[in-house]
């Protein structure tokens, strides 16, 4: 009996380390998501297969790929794996996707900026589960978000 208290007292210890660590660590991430997203906020991102502003000069039109793998917490995990039990859509990892497609973007962002372009154009978002499920052991849930576009240079229309 004391053993069962003691597994089950481990497990729920796990669970509020999990969320309060989980908690934490998204809050910064999203904090540092926001900050980069505003210093980059004169960039040009548009899905536009081809952008009709582009400049010729010496830089030709570039792809560009950014990628990014999210491990979801342990609480989020578990959180999931009841849902699973019960069906339904499984809200606790709206925010992990959503935190990964705006990273990898960024990341896109970033490096077609340091190479001297100012927008990018026809931006894709892949997105593959990492952690797997097939197996019996236990796997943490993680998501792969690759992003790709072209970068270019543009001149912004004169008034």
Do not use: W
């Amino acid at each position: 009996m004391s053993d069962l208290v003691i597994q089950l007292g481990f497990v729920l210890f796990l669970i509020i380390l999990g969320f309060i660590a989980g908690s934490i660590a998204e809050r910064r991430h999203l904090a540092r998501l926001a900050e980069r997203e505003q210093g980059n906020g004169h960039f040009l991102v548009t899905q536009l297969k081809n952008f009709p502003a582009c400049t010729k000069n010496e830089l030709a039109p570039q792809i560009i790929v950014g990628e990014v793998v999210i491990a979801s917490d342990y609480f989020k995990t578990f959180v999931a794996k009841l849902r699973g039990l019960f069906g339904g859509e499984v809200r606790s990892f709206h925010s992990l996707l959503s935190r990964a497609r705006r990273e990898a973007t960024q990341r896109v962002v970033e490096q077609s900026r340091d190479l001297g372009y100012n927008a990018i154009c026809n931006l894709r978002i892949e997105t593959a589960d990492v952690g797997g499920s097939s197996s019996s052991k236990k796997k943490a849930a993680m998501v792969a978000i690759i992003a790709s576009a072209t970068a270019y240079h543009y001149q912004s229309p004169s008034p």
